[in-house]
C-alpha cells in the first residue's frame, strides 16, 4: 500500500505543540501496530448515561468505536531510559479497546469504556496509573494488510469475532479535514475513569495514514459486557491503518469532575439511527458487511 504525500497535519501539529507546553514532552513512547477501527453510530442519550464526560457529537450523532491493534515497543523518554527494562513484560501485546468522544473544558478527546487485552500485568497497572478499564482477554488479530485481509477473536467469557477486507491497491492518505473520518481518528486527548477519580493524558503522533474497509462482525456478543449503547447501535464505517511509530504518551492527571450535562434545546437530533429496527439493531447491523 502506497502512503499518500499530502497530510492535514492540524490536529497533530496542534496536539504537539502543547504536549511540549504543557508537559515539556512524553513520559513514554511506543508504536501503534496494524489498527482496525470499527464505528457504530449510537442513540447518544442512552451512551450518555454511561460516560461521566459529554458526549463530542458529529452532526448531532454520537459514536462508539472499536480498535483493535498492537502496541510494541513501549518505553520511556530519554531522561528515563535508564529504566525502561522495567516495561518490557508489557512492551507489547494486542489491545481491543471500545470507545466514545467526547469534550471536557473544551478538550476533545476519547473516553475509554473498556479495553481487553491478553498481558495480565498491563491489566494490574494500567487502572492504578491511568485509571484505564482494563479486562483481561485472549485476543487473537490477524491483521494483514499486505494480504488485504483482517480477522480477529477477542474472548472473555463471550467473544467479539470479525473479519475486514481492505484494497491493497489503495493509497493511504491522511483523513479529510471536517470528515467523519477526521472526527473519529484524529484524537490526541484520552480520559477514563468513573465517578471521583476521571483521569486524563495525552498522546501524539504523526497523523493516520488510513484507508476505508469493509467489516462484517460474526458474533458481537461481548459488546453487551461494555454497557448498553450496543444494544441501540448500527454499525456503519470501517478504518484500517497500517499504523504510527513514535507515539507520545504524555503523565496521567486527575482532572476536573465534569459531570453529565443535560443536551441543550438547540442540540441537533440524529435522524440517521432512528431508521435502525428496533433496540437491539446493533446485533442484527453489525453481521451485515458495512464499508465507507
Known sequence: MARSVEANPSHSDA???RMLATEGGPLMLCDWERALFI???VDRHVLQRQVPFRLHLFDGCAY???????LSH???NRRWQFASGLLSPI??????NVRTYVRHCGEPGIYFMTEWLPNRMSVLLGPRTFGLPYRYGRLECEHYHERGYLRGTVTAGR???YAATIRPERDLSPCAADSLDEFVLERYTAYAGQARRLMRFRVWHEPWPQTPAEVTIEDDTLLSESGAWCAHARLVA????PGVKNVWIGRPAKCARGGR???????RPCHDLENASGPHSALRASRLQTGT
Open 261 to 267: 450535562v443535560a443536551w441543550p434545546s438547540a442540540a
Open 64 to 70: 462508539v468505536s472499536l480498535v483493535a491493534f498492537t
Open 39 to 41: 464505528h457504530f453510530l
Open 91 to 96: 512492551a507489547r501485546h494486542p489491545f481491543l
Open 74 to 76: 513501549l518505553r520511556f
Open 238 to 241: 470501517a478504518n484500517y491503518s
Open 159 to 161: 467473544r467479539l469475532v
Open 15 to 17: 496536539a504537539r505543540l
